[in-house]
């Protein structure tokens, strides 16, 4: 016998498998907007809370909760008035119906989260995290695998590019295109600080977005690892289906009939290039 969970039971179910105890203190995790009483048909998984996937959640999905990666609402603010682009997707999920939760550092970390996603999508195995967890050494940011078979960075990058959704931004590359690689870092979204990190662990190459000219000079002067580059949506991107399909079966197992849908819309703001 199935039934409909109210807001607050999915916000418990999301919460515990990732923990709003293990997000940076940086962070703005947790229930954006919605009532924790109303029930919950339908939700949406996506990386960003932007017009479009609003749009996906309230008219393509019908949605009573969209979860997303990126906090709507990052820096504190003193008002959601409709006359800034955040106060007016507070509106239209509240008006919609729609509850916002977001898990962002605390998805991060945990396992099943988004370095995990991140690296099975590369097709990585016998992964660890790349800097353990203080408390738990099984999580914590990045992750290290190795490849199935030893390739070359071209190759190695050519396969980042088919595994991840294309975007603008590309696949940069800083390395030998002959190297041999084997043992790989991934880090979802912006992955500079962690680059000490993954020279220390011995790593061929890492996998991230966001690198900045100055930290990729330094990095590689210093002798680190090769580096590949790709948009900060496409790195975070593999969790959307991955946590869609770990939630729907989280909300079976408690006995609740939900549909859980991962959003098809690309949110990398940068959309062509010359």
């Known amino acids: 016998m199935t039934s409909t969970p109210s807001l607050g039971d999915v916000v418990a179910i999301v919460h515990g498998r990732y923990d709003p105890a293990t997000a940076e203190d940086w962070d703005a995790v947790g ?69 916002l939760l977001a898990a962002h550092t605390n998805a991060d970390v945990a396992r099943e989260g988004v370095n995990d996603a991140l690296a099975a999508a590369l097709g990585l195995t016998a992964t660890a995290p790349l800097i353990p967890s203080d408390s738990d050494a099984s999580t914590g940011l990045g992750r290290v695998g190795v490849l199935a078979a030893p390739t070359t960075l071209r190759e190695l990058a050519d396969h980042v590019a088919a595994a991840l959704p294309p975007t603008a931004h590309g696949v940069r590359v800083s390395g030998d295109p002959s190297q041999r690689v084997e043992r790989v870092a991934v880090v979802g979204g912006s992955g500079a600080d962690a680059l000490p990190a993954a020279r220390a662990a011995g790593v061929d190459v890492v996998v991230t977005s966001d690198l900045k000219h100055h930290a990729v000079l330094d990095h590689r002067e210093a002798g680190g690892p090769a580096l590949i580059d790709v948009a900060h949506f496409a790195s975070e991107w593999p969790w959307v289906p991955a946590y869609a399909g770990l939630l729907h079966r989280d909300l079976v197992a408690r006995g609740y009939d939900v549909d859980v849908r991962c959003s098809s819309i690309v949110t990398d703001p940068w959309t062509f290039r010359t």
């Open 31 to 99: 229930l954006v907007c919605g009532d924790p009483a109303a029930p919950v048909r339908r939700i949406l998984v996506a990386v960003d809370a932007v017009e479009a996937t609003v749009n996906e959640a309230l008219l393509g999905v019908g949605a009573d909760l969209l979860v997303t990666h990126h906090p709507l609402l990052l820096h504190p603010v003193s008002s959601v008035a409709a006359t800034t682009p955040a106060g007016r997707t507070v509106h239209r999920l509240v008006v919609g119906g729609c509850a």
